[in-house]
């Protein structure tokens, strides 16, 4: 059994740029806020903050935020990491070029080449930070 290595920095992808993958257009565009329709709701819709890469689903409040991996969760209902790295990248395969390559134990492609595993963000870029947490309640 081997391994499946994605050349896609998932964690950066955007959202928006996520979602037209997955085929929808925003109905709705208002400052860095653009509204969809929920992919995996057939009733409410989810804003997504293109500043802060984050989404949130105007139906159900209590799903206030999240991430990327929060929405391939939503639409998957899969919490395997693996899983969701190639729901994701196969969505955006779709509208940009994707590399997956099939490793074998050994560290070799199916072919016989060698790959060789390195980091995709760019060592100049600084660290984005994560936003502020909120005050939780005090019991």
């Not at 896609?8 to 997955?22: G, S, T, V």
């Not at 639409?75 to 990491?81: D, F, V, Y």
């Not at 395969?93 to 997956?100: C, F, Y």
């Given at each position: 059994?081997?391994?499946?290595?994605?050349d896609?920095?998932?964690?950066?992808?955007?959202?928006?740029?996520?979602?037209?993958?997955?085929g929808?257009e925003?109905?709705?565009?208002?400052?860095?806020?653009l509204?969809?329709?929920s992919?995996?709701?057939?009733?409410?819709?989810i804003?997504?903050?293109t500043d802060?890469n984050?989404?949130y689903?105007?139906?159900?409040?209590?799903?206030?935020?999240?991430?990327i991996?929060?929405?391939?969760?939503?639409?998957?209902?899969?919490?395997?990491?693996s899983?969701?790295n190639?729901?994701?990248a196969?969505?955006m395969?779709?509208?940009?070029?994707?590399?997956?390559y099939g490793?074998?134990?050994?560290?070799?492609?199916?072919?016989g080449n060698i790959v060789?595993?390195?980091?995709?963000r760019?060592?100049?870029q600084?660290?984005?930070?994560?936003?502020?947490?909120?005050?939780?309640?005090?019991?």
């Open positions: 059994m081997g391994l499946t290595v994605i896609l920095d998932i964690k950066n992808l955007p959202l928006e740029d996520f979602m037209r993958a997955m929808y925003p109905v709705n565009r208002n400052a860095n806020l509204t969809f329709k992919p995996y709701s057939a009733k409410g819709n804003v997504v903050d802060a984050g989404w689903d105007t139906a159900q409040p209590e799903k206030l935020y999240g991430g991996y929060d929405l391939a969760y939503e639409i998957t209902g899969s919490a395997n990491r899983e969701l190639l729901f994701i196969s969505e395969k779709k509208v940009r070029e994707v590399k997956m490793v074998t134990a050994n560290g070799r492609e199916a072919d060789v595993a390195s980091p995709v760019n060592a100049n600084p660290k984005p930070e994560p936003p502020k947490r909120k005050r939780g309640m005090r019991l």
